[in-house]
């Protein structure tokens, strides 16, 4: 019986499966050295079949080999979400960090998405967590999972002191009441991450107290003093039953308070050394002290890792990011301003629009840091403003600021507010030192001589996001594009979007000769719109970009190119072809059969390096098979970013933009 070349092939392909899959299973039984001594083809086949655990295991020894994990990790990432989710990650560190990052949390709070229940057996282990932590440099605090967090003080303690060496930046999701007796494990976590650690950075994402904002800031680079939480931490100065009940802890009567006497809060704190009978009684009826001061806490949790002199050092907070901030929250924060000496970077959200009065307050708080203090803060971000006028009040208010992020919403256009500014006057205007600016709106009209005067103060900008720009009808963008060509020739990174650009293009062109730019961004400018000939424009575009040999990434994307994609390929047109690494045309309405030509045009012109290209958001689905052969001759010199999209959709998108 003779068997085909083609039978005998699928039987080996299937043995070799079969033994991958063995060697996977076993080699926890197996030495190291079995797996690693296999041959390099084998190893790759192998990465696959690895776990996590295994996979970051044998990462080192592979690396040392000139082998990369990159496909690995990657795997893990394309199982965890849907088969057509572009994954943008080219890095083997940058993978596996994004894997630890998106594990850790659902692993460690016992959050079970599909991906975590079809592994659980390999991922729920110590094992994991602690290779997680290893990696992970943010750590966020939930403390609605009171018993997960009690574990870290007490049988997870070392993976505690790993996150302590580790984390850099501190979430905590939810809100926390003083008041509770509960919170007092996550009040020791984030002492412990905070001042014993290497966090400097604090994200808030919802933090509804003002108390405990005050809480988070006391002591950790402001020198600000909250009376209603001193008065809290003082509240029980007669009652000292931490001292009384804590072997070897210190006594502090001054900074403790009483549990409130709730029906929700019957959680037990992490046991104490040698509590007696009588004083456990009273933690279980909710009428023990118990203290806030993150000083006294560790004398609570960990007496044994308290220093000698009885005193723990106090962390730094250098970054601050509030994400739903309200009236309250910022008044705590505004009083703290004027001595938070440490601070380098604020970001500030609010779910609705900040009050002026409110941002006027920000304003001369920042003003009084800057007046008082040598170091000041370089990095500034703030949703959603009222008015476009209150962003000369911050800029004035700190004028060291390197980087400058608002969002700016008005209802109404306030001519009079424009009508008589103060920087119109360029005789005397003072330079800033701003390098990143980002500026997005929503209003009817901007003021395009205010931010015109703004560029012309940042002759040392590097990177500039404008977004939502809306002039009167019949005026044009080109004057800001003037103003960037004559002022803003340090330029590195501009990203344009949801602006009218269509009638710039000699403009644009200017800007591309006077500054060295790599990184270029035009989403949604209605390039081509006014054009009476589309194509000739678009060549005119390319042939000025492939002047620029810095430039790195473009992006064209939401500009309805269409079948004008084609030109694109001239880029790499010549004896000297642009060095565009990454080009985005996703959201152009590129139909199959246009896609194809492109692809076609681009293997004739092939880029001298390997090309990122993002192509998601066009109609492949008109035609899967063009779309895909495109696809086919585009994957020997491309990396793809394409994922499922419905052409009603697109044509949605493409409509609501006409």
Known sequence: MFVTAERRDSAVSSLKELSLRAVSRHSTALRPEAVLDLPAVLIKDLLPHLTVCQLDEVQPALNQRGISTHSGWIGFLQDMHSPKHAIDFHTEDEAKHEVMRILFPQVFYGFRNNYVCRNLTHLNTSSFLWAAAKCIEYFSLITSSHRTLQSLTAEQRPLLKLLEMRIKSVGVSDSIDLSKKKTQTALYILHRLLDHGVATKLVLHHVTCPIMLAWLLHGRGSQYVNLELKKLMHSSCMLQTTSAHTDGASSCPDLEIRSSDDQDDQVSPCKRSKLDSVFMTEVESGKANFTVDPQALCQTFAPCEVPSAGVCSWGQIHSLEIRRCGSDSLQVLNSALPTFFCLRSLTLHSISTFRESDVLCLAAALKQLSDTSRSFITDLNISVLPTTKLMEKLLDASPSLTSLHVEIQTVVWESHNMLHHPWTA?????????????????????????????LKRCPHLTSLHLAGLRLPTGSSQSQLLTTLSESN??????ILECMKLSDCLPEILDLLKACRLEELRFSDCRLLESCSDKEES????????????????????????????CVLAELFLGSSPSSVQRLDISSNFIQPAEMLDFATR????????????????????????????????LRPFSVLLSEGWK????????ISNM
């Not at 800033?432 to 209003?443: F, N, R, S």
């Not at 575009?541 to 500009?559: E, I, Y």
């Open 426 to 454: 360029e005789s005397h205007i003072p330079v800033l030192p701003l390098q990143k600016l980002e500026v997005k709106v929503a209003e009817l009209q901007t003021d395009l001589c205010f931010l015109t005067c703004v």
């Open 489 to 494: 020739h340090c330029l590195r990174i501009l």
């Open 538 to 565: 678009l060549l005119q575009l390319v042939a000025a970009l492939k002047k620029v040999p810095s430039l790195h990434t473009l992006s064209l994307a939401q500009n309805r190119l269409a079948k004008n994609v």
């Open 602 to 633: 681009l293997r004739t012109h092939r880029p001298p390096h390997r090309l990122i290209l993002d192509l998601r958001k066009n109609p492949a689905d008109r035609d899967p098979d063009t779309w895909n052969t495109a696809l086919q001759r």
């Open 647 to 654: 052409s009603t959709g697109t044509m949605v998108d493409h």
